[in-house]
């Protein structure tokens, strides 16, 4: 079974970083591309950032300049580095990763969510 599991998430004053990571564990093939999602109170949930399985990047227009996606692929592992976090920034941070299984499926996991909030 394939799990996604997010961290570092928190509290941090505007202007400030936070760090957060995603590792996929479980049995599959391989992980094509993984993602970051957000979603605010009251909002729908929103792409973030993405990266593909060879390094290529995405990212909001929102986010352009001040968030920096990035991966291990031996480790299975998605990065989300966020800097100058304005109070809007303020939501749930989902890890999204499309999964190639044995068995040949390939589909979409999410993680469970890590909370970032932005207050002075």
């Known amino acids: 079974q394939v799990q996604l599991v997010e961290s570092g998430g928190g509290l941090v004053q505007p202007g400030g970083s936070l760090r957060l990571a995603c590792v996929a564990s479980?049995?599959?093939?391989?992980?094509?591309?993984m993602g970051w999602y957000c979603q605010a109170p009251g909002k729908e949930r929103e792409l973030v950032a993405t990266i593909s399985s060879g390094g290529s990047t995405n990212y909001a227009d929102s986010v352009k300049g001040r968030f920096t996606i990035s991966r291990d692929n031996p480790k299975n592992t998605v990065y989300l580095q966020m800097n100058s976090l304005k109070p809007e920034d303020t939501a749930v941070y989902y890890c999204?990763?499309?999964?190639?299984?044995?068995?040949?499926?390939?589909?979409?996991?999410w993680g469970k969510g890590t909370l970032v909030t932005v207050s002075s």
């Open positions: 999204n990763a499309g999964i190639l299984t044995w068995t040949g499926d390939a589909r979409d996991y």
């Open positions: 479980g049995r599959f093939m391989s992980i094509r591309g």
